[in-house]
Every structure is written in C-alpha cells, then in structure tokens.
C-alpha cells in the first residue's frame, strides 16, 4: 500500500529555518515525481515545485523559486521542503504528493505556523 | 502566467445535477484533473485525463473538455459530496503545473 507520511507541525518565529519531511513507502521514491503543496488558511491549492527522485531534477513554480528547496534523500525514501528564513506569510498546510499523471498519492499535510 | 478559471461557490439540491467548470488556454493540449477537498482533509483524485474515473470514485462523478473548458458534472448530488472542488492541469509546455482556484459546493 502507497503511503506518504509527512513530519509533524511546527511553530516557528520569522527568520527561523525550517526542513519538513514526506516519507514514502509501498513503492520506491526514484520512480515517480513528488511535488510539494501549499495551502493558506482559508484558501486553495498553491503547486510548488517537483522533484524527480531519480535523477534530482527539480522544478520550481516562479511564484516560489526563490524562497523553498525541495530535495529528497532516497536512501530513505524521503522528500524535503525547505525555507531558510521563514516569513509570517508561510504560514500553510503543506501538503506533499506523488505524480502518477495525476496526483494519486497525498500525504496528510504539514501545519506550518509563523508567529513572533 | 497561466491561470485556471473556476466559479468560486455553487449550491445545488440534493438530487439534482451540479456542473462545475475550468478555463485555461491550454486546455485544448494538456488534461485535466479534479480533485475533492472536504475540510479538514487532504484533497483526493476524482477524475484523470479529462473524463476517467480513478477506482473508488462513485459514478455519479464525469468529466469533460471541450475547447479551453474542462467541466466536472455530479449527477444526483448527495448531500457527502459537499466539499471544495480544484481542476489541475499544466501549462502548454507541460513543465509547470497549476490549479484552479476552486469550488466550494454547497449541497442545499
């Protein structure tokens, strides 16, 4: 069974660094891509950016190119999202999800709260 | 940059049909795929490629496309189908994927 399981919540002040983690089983983490999931309290689904396992090759949706670092560790079959130097404004639910075509796989989210 | 376009909310009576659409201009060359988001939950997959139901997905779910218009029909809503609906597709290029910005269907 495909499972994505995804790193507890976190609270953090702005500034902080922070690495939240998607850990995958019932299949192997180079064989599909993963992407990353942003959404706003109240609001709808942000695409972030992708990752390929297999090979590292990564995407970025401009909107935040600039701010995140996806990565993925396969040896543990795990993919990251990064910020390091959060703001009040990245304050979500992440979301991660595997892309067979669609996305078919979810995890069950990341509740990342900013606050100073 | 690309953007899909969906009607923020929707009511609807139990039993009668709710049609839900999206907009883009790639849409003719990239599918479409729609997702339900109750609250709460992470979204799940209830139509791929345009018009194909994932197993699991009640038949009372379709989907179509036709031009630059994708649209999600549930037919003989159900009063467990009240959730927020997001299409999701990419750009003409298919290197950037994007979603709409969702419907929230309220079942009367």
């Known amino acids: 069974e495909v499972q994505l399981v995804q790193s507890g919540a976190e609270v953090k002040k702005p500034g902080e660094s922070l690495k939240i983690s998607c850990k995958v089983s019932g299949y192997n983490l180079t064989t599909h891509w993963i992407g990353w999931v942003r959404q706003m309290p109240g609001k709808g689904l942000e695409w972030m950016g992708v990752i390929y396992p297999g090979d590292s090759e990564t995407i970025y949706s401009p909107s935040f190119q600039v701010h995140v670092t996806i990565s993925a560790d396969t040896s543990i079959n795990t993919a990251y999202l990064q910020w390091s130097s959060l703001q009040a404004s990245d304050t979500a639910m992440y979301f991660c999800?595997?892309?067979?075509?669609?996305?078919?796989?979810w995890g069950q989210g990341t509740l990342v709260t900013v606050s100073s | 940059s690309y953007e899909l376009t969906q009607p923020p909310s929707m009511s609807v009576s139990p039993g009668q049909t709710a049609r839900i659409t999206c907009s883009g201009d790639?849409?003719?060359?990239?599918?479409a795929y729609w997702y339900q988001q109750k609250p709460g939950q992470a979204p799940i997959l209830v139509i791929h490629k345009d018009t194909e139901r994932p197993s699991g997905t009640p038949e009372r779910f379709t989907g179509s496309s036709s031009g630059t218009t994708a649209t999600l029909t549930i037919s003989g809503v159900q009063a467990e189908d009240e959730a927020d609906y997001y299409c999701q597709s990419t750009d003409r290029s298919a290197t950037l994927a994007i979603f709409g910005g969702g419907t929230k269907l309220t079942v009367l």
């Open positions: 999800a595997r892309l067979n075509g669609a996305i078919d796989y």
């Open positions: 790639a849409l003719p060359k990239q599918y």
